[in-house]
């Protein structure tokens, strides 16, 4: 009897301890676009890009189609749809054509307004 309830107890854990790892792998993937989708933004938006800068695009663009992850991943972790804005986000940027209006800029906006309230959150969060 008694080694059924450390078995249960330990197969919790686990499955606490997994959750864990995914919400850090989470909150780094979210921490990272906060840094990129900025900075592609405004790389997308030059009408001639130096060399550097057209690697930095393209090793953005290489992050960020070998990311492969369910945008649900985040609702169910966060409670926010912060991996469906910044796939949304990523498209519009990489579809952008340079001196064009584009939603590139609207789901920047939105994205960092999440980005920020997450921050919020986690600081809450790693408070209690």
Same mark, same amino acid.
């Given at each position: 009897?008694? /080694?059924? *309830?450390? @078995? !249960?107890?330990?197969?919790?854990?686990?499955?606490?301890?997994?959750? &864990?790892?995914?919400?850090? #792998?989470?909150?780094?993937?979210?921490?990272?676009?906060?840094?990129?989708?900025?900075?592609? /933004?405004? *790389?997308? @938006? !030059?009408?001639?890009?130096?060399?550097?800068?057209?690697?930095?695009? &393209?090793?953005?663009?290489? #992050?960020?189609?070998?990311?492969?992850?369910?945008?649900?991943?985040?609702?169910?972790?966060?409670?926010?749809?912060?991996?469906?804005?910044?796939?949304?986000?990523?498209?519009?940027?990489?579809?952008?054509?340079?001196?064009?209006?584009?939603?590139?800029?609207?789901?920047?906006?939105?994205?960092?307004?999440?980005?920020?309230?997450?921050?919020?959150?986690?600081?809450?969060?790693?408070?209690?």
């Amino acid at each position: 009897m008694e /080694n059924k *309830l450390t @078995k !249960k107890r330990f197969i919790q854990t686990s499955a606490i301890q997994q959750i &864990n790892e995914a919400t850090i #792998v989470l909150r780094h993937f979210i921490e990272l676009s906060a840094k990129l989708l900025p900075f592609f /933004n405004e *790389l997308s @938006k !030059k009408n001639t890009l130096l060399p550097q800068e057209q690697s930095d695009r &393209n090793k953005i663009i290489e #992050v960020y189609k070998s990311y492969s992850f369910d945008t649900s991943t985040s609702e169910i972790l966060m409670e926010s749809d912060i991996l469906e804005i910044i796939q949304q986000t990523f498209r519009a940027i990489e579809k952008r054509s340079p001196g064009k209006e584009s939603d590139s800029d609207k789901l920047m906006a939105i994205f960092q307004n999440k980005h920020h309230q997450l921050v919020l959150n986690w600081k809450q969060t790693d408070i209690n």
